[in-house]
């Protein structure tokens, strides 16, 4: 079992920085790893994901250049590096994990963090 900690959000202005961490208990490096935020009224979304390894990430097409996702499966933790951060990205990220190797996950997550609100002012 993975229990995640999901902290770093805070108010930043528009192309200011912010980096979220997700720290996990458990045999975490057999995990993929996810972000994902969900905006006031929207649905919950994917942001980006890195296999269990590191070695592969993937991103949504909204983040792409901009949000960069990285592990240190020694520390236990995922963290999401957010640059050029636009009003639009304003929302409450969480993290998720999932039992297997690869980034691109075809199925649910297994499970979550309890989310860390971000908010981007323009």
């Known amino acids: 079992q993975v229990h995640l900690v999901d902290s770093g959000g805070g108010l930043v202005q528009a192309g200011g920085s912010l980096r979220v961490s997700c720290a996990a208990s458990g045999i975490f490096r057999s995990y993929a790893v996810g972000w994902f935020r969900q905006a006031p009224g929207k649905e919950r979304e994917f942001v980006a994901s890195?296999?269990?390894?590191?070695?592969?990430?993937s991103y949504a097409d909204s983040v792409k250049g901009r949000f960069t996702i990285s592990r240190d499966n020694a520390k236990n933790v995922v963290d999401l590096q957010m640059n050029s951060l636009k009003p639009e990205d304003t929302a409450v990220y969480y993290c998720?994990?999932?039992?297997?190797?690869?980034?691109?996950?075809?199925?649910?997550?297994?499970?979550w963090g309890q989310g860390t609100q971000v908010t981007v002012s323009s």
């Open positions: 998720a994990a999932h039992l297997g190797p690869y980034a691109v996950v075809p199925g649910p997550w297994d499970y």
């Open positions: 890195i296999s269990w390894s590191g070695g592969s990430t």
